[in-house]
């Protein structure tokens, strides 16, 4: 009987090798495809959130709700027998919170491409990293300046408006977490940039250590990308910046005097 003839080491090392190579080849493409679908479902999330804010307001004498400025849904976080679900004007609640009987499910408060959004963890325990999972449909900041407000005449020009956008805060309330500049800084997020990229140390004293995360990159989660909703409902990118090339009047609707 023949004896069957097996690879030789050279042969499985060679194999071996070309596998490796075809793998360091595909991967990059791989990853860069499944970013690109994370990105196309974000937009089409922010966008129906867009959406359910016009179908809000028009409910509303064209009003938008004068929302909470934090970022949970329910109590569970209380740890109680029974999870009771927020109502849109309470203190801790989630904008959207307003906005989800508009919505086509609560899924679409989530952008795919989120690693975590801001979780308190200035508050101490029971708040921070570990308490990410409350935060889980948390992830576009809203623009502070277009809440409380009868869009269609406090706004003439809603395609120049932002209305929300992936943002690692739930509510912005310009207090150096947009993403133009304020008169008299030189950089924009200061509130969440280490002191290192001139930020206001807010981030060294609370994202540090184990609670440590990329805050800005966060802000522009989509490969330095950030998905924006503006209030005519349109969707844009808004490349990652340090604020020259983004005016304030984004944010607050008009130029300023």
Request: hydrophobic fraction near 35%; proline fraction near 5%.
């Amino acid at each position: 009987m023949k004896k069957q003839k097996g690879f030789t080491l050279i042969e499985l090392l060679v194999v071996i090798a070309i596998i490796a190579l075809l793998l360091a080849i595909l991967m990059p493409a791989l990853r860069a495809a499944r970013e690109q679908a994370r990105k196309a479902v974000c937009n089409v999330h922010i966008g129906g959130l867009g959406l359910a804010l016009r179908m809000y307001a028009d409910d509303h004498n064209g009003k938008t709700h004068d929302s909470p400025n934090n970022g949970l849904w329910d109590n569970a976080h209380l740890r109680l027998s029974k999870v009771t679900p927020y109502k849109a004007n309470d203190s801790l609640a989630y904008w959207g919170i307003a906005y989800e009987p508009y919505a086509e499910n609560k899924k679409i408060f989530r952008c795919p491409a989120t690693q975590r959004v801001d979780d308190w963890p200035e508050w101490g325990p029971p708040w921070g990293k570990a308490a990410q999972k409350y935060f889980k449909y948390c992830s576009y900041g809203l623009n502070g300046y277009i809440t409380n407000e009868n869009i269609d005449i406090e706004f003439k020009h809603q395609s120049e408006v932002i209305a929300f956008q992936d943002h690692i805060e739930q509510k912005l309330d310009d207090n150096g977490d947009m993403f133009h500049i304020r008169p008299g800084e030189r950089i924009n997020l200061p509130q969440w940039r280490p002191s290192s990229q001139g930020g206001s140390g807010f981030v060294d004293s609370t994202w540090s250590g184990e609670q440590w995360h990329d805050t800005v990159q966060e802000c522009f989660r989509h490969r330095g990308v950030s998905m924006t909703c503006w209030l005519d409902g349109h969707v844009s990118e808004i490349a990652e910046t340090t604020g020259e090339d983004v005016p304030r009047k984004w944010y607050i609707g008009k130029a300023e005097q």
